[in-house]
């Protein structure tokens, strides 16, 4: 198998977008950027956000299910994807210029989407991940980015395929595969618990070979979501399926995977730190320049901070449900939005947290994952 053959217009706070464009109105001084957030009002309808992290105008686009993570475009600037949470079955390609839908379609029968996709370096094809519900294993579709329609797919290399990720080499994937067996007849009731495995599987885009595969120690900890720095290096954030917080591991949720001679490590943790964290972990988000990374825990209310280049835990703070983590426009901040409708921004010099900073959105509650451009 070959690749190559394969408006809804609101106020915040009072304040109009009143822009009809976006992205051509990012002045330069606009260093914050343009938030791309999944979220939901009080009447839990659900919408992509696209908001003006300096002024915080925004747009809302309303979804037809709740959304989860998005990719942009490599090459045209405008387009942006997001993809439905587990088990949902909506793919939208949305203009973030102008604030609406391009195009939306549903995954094919006896399958969902995991909420992440991936471009090729090219643009050219969509890397959606998927779960083959009936014969219970993950597939990794490779899709036409305009059109949205399915053109081939590869295996993921493991059950639960939740995120993926482009390597620096622009010629492989990683895939974190959750290990964790669901069907949409029982929600998201996890049907393997004794039988888990989750993986980081590396697959070579050209061909869809599996070039190497890893394993964490405690086969309970579900590995969900990634970032991949310049480096290659892997950051996952797990959750652990230990039935009883008694029996959850006590040594650390996170990992990062830097030499591919052996499995990932565990960044060690403080036992109290970890017990903290309610055996769940969210978003990973690497900073390049300070040798960073942010990690958030929403049902811990816990943000953690990692020297990366030490593998050691640099400060955490208490902050109620924190949910999407990225990088400012100017990579200055670390931007956090929670579940209540706060945006934080946090120094990525100093790990601090600028409370001049901190906004608060009425009305809306952000979820999972967020991108700024």
């Not at 492989?172 to 998201?188: C, E, F, K, Y």
Request: with cysteine.
């Amino acid at each position: 198998m070959s690749i190559s053959r394969r408006s809804l217009l609101k106020t915040a706070i009072s304040i109009p977008f009143l822009s009809s464009s976006l992205l051509a109105c990012q002045a330069k001084s606009d260093s914050l950027g343009l938030m791309l957030a999944a979220c939901a009002d009080q009447t839990d309808q659900n919408y992509i956000a696209l908001l003006r992290l300096e002024t915080l105008e925004y747009k809302l686009i309303p979804l037809t299910e709740r959304g989860h993570a998005f990719a942009c475009h490599p090459h045209i600037l405008n387009q942006a994807i997001i993809v439905a949470r587990r088990p949902g079955r909506s793919l939208t390609l949305v203009d973030i210029d102008v604030g609406k839908v391009i195009t939306r379609i549903s995954s094919k029968p006896n399958r969902h989407f995991y909420g992440h996709c991936s471009y090729s370096p090219d643009g050219q094809y969509l890397l959606t991940t998927e779960n083959d519900y009936e014969n219970g294993y993950g597939v990794v579709s490779i899709r036409d980015s305009q059109n949205l329609v399915m053109i081939d797919e590869i295996p993921s290399f493991g059950i639960g395929p939740h995120d993926l990720q482009l390597m620096p080499d622009h010629e492989t994937i990683v895939v974190a595969n959750g290990g964790i067996l669901t069907h949409p007849d029982t929600g998201r009731r996890k049907l393997n618990l004794n039988e888990m495995k989750p993986s980081l599987a590396y697959i070579d885009l050209a061909d869809g070979g599996l070039i190497d595969q890893y394993y964490l120690a405690d086969p309970k900890l579900s590995i969900r979501h990634i970032d991949v720095n310049h480096l290659g290096d892997v950051g996952i954030a797990t959750q652990d399926q230990a039935e009883y917080q008694s029996d959850a591991n006590q040594t650390s949720l996170i990992a990062i995977h830097k030499n591919k001679d052996r499995q990932p490590d565990l960044i060690p943790l403080p036992k109290e730190i970890t017990l903290t964290l309610n055996q769940y972990t969210a978003d990973f988000c690497f900073e390049p320049n300070h040798d960073t990374a942010l990690v958030s825990s929403p049902r811990g209310n816990r943000i953690l901070i990692f020297d990366t280049k030490n593998q050691t835990l640099k400060e955490y703070y208490h902050v109620n449900q924190p949910s999407a983590v990225a990088l400012s426009r100017d990579k200055n901040y670390y931007v956090v939005s929670t579940a209540n409708g706060e945006i934080i921004f946090i120094d990525t010099k100093t790990s601090t947290i600028k409370t001049e900073m901190i906004q608060f959105i009425d009305g809306l509650r952000w979820d999972n994952h967020m991108t700024v451009v």
